[in-house]
């Protein structure tokens, strides 16, 4: 049987997560167009075949599906209601994808607008870090009807290898926000981790390889803490990001009055590290604040400086929830 075919694509934002999907859609054969703010990020793109939008408008009027990654909630605002945004060029019957970490409520506020014009909102992040994004092997949570999902599922299994139907839209915001919540817990705990058995004489890479063998591994300790002890920190994700998403976390929780403890400690940990080393700088450096207060250096022996999936990129596909 042969591949469904797939609608014509127009992504806008092509950063570190953006730029990754955008490629897997392009290396796939999907038709095409991109707008970025910065034109020398859609460069690439272009010259593999792509159609360049001078506006969000531009893009919305040529293609069938629209895809937003962007780094807020605020930016994606800004990209779909500006005069030449998104909304005033969207033709109906067409899909637009958020594939965004942003916050259920704004999602949905913005979907309503898509749904005036004639289109169907999907609230699609992905999970599973920048190496995986590259290869189309990432998961991916979508949100929606299930008559726009089941539209959309050829896109979403070029984008991803596992692909999951969360509910109404906004619930794939929701659940995004929670596993991000939980891999910043992870990240911190290891940072411990790893300082403390620093500190206590541990060989870095024995203690690595106990932890991966153990009850104590991680999707987080095998990826993250191998570019902690290479010492390039180089995750692809900054702390300014992690504050944006245990932020969001923090906000669904007071909204349904969860009162959390272990989140806002997160939050105190992370800005003290943002104003220490900078917002910009890489998340897995929050380790730092242990090897500055111990005067330890936190290193293991070949270790690489950062991620690359060596998995075969393979076919996506749905995957369900257990019931």
Known sequence: MSAPTLPSVGFIGLGNVGGKLAGSLLRNGATLAVRDLDRDAAQPFVDGGAAW???????????????????????????MEADDGVLAGLRPGAVWMEMSTTDEAEVRRLGALVSRRGGSPVDCPVSGGCHRAATGNISIFAGCDRDTFERILPVLTVLG??????????????????????????LISLAEALATSRAAGM?????????????????????????????????????????KDIGLFQAIADRHGVPLELNPEMIRIFEDGADRYGPREWSPNIIRRLEDATGLSVLGDGFPADIVDDEPEEPGAEVTAHR
């Open 161 to 186: 290898r596992r692909v999951l139907h969360t509910g109404e839209l906004g619930s794939a915001s929701v659940l995004k926000v929670v596993t991000n919540y939980l891999a910043t817990a992870n």
């Open 203 to 243: 060989d870095m890479n024995t203690t690595y390889e106990a932890i991966r063998i153990s009850s104590g591994n991680s999707f987080v300790h095998e990826t993250e803490s191998q570019v902690i002890l290479n010492g390039s920190r180089d995750i692809n994700f900054t702390m300014d990001l992690v504050l």
């Open 53 to 79: 939008a001078d506006s969000p408008r531009e893009l919305a009027e040529s293609v069938e599906v629209v895809i937003t990654c962007l780094p807020s909630p605020a930016a994606s605002a800004a990209v």
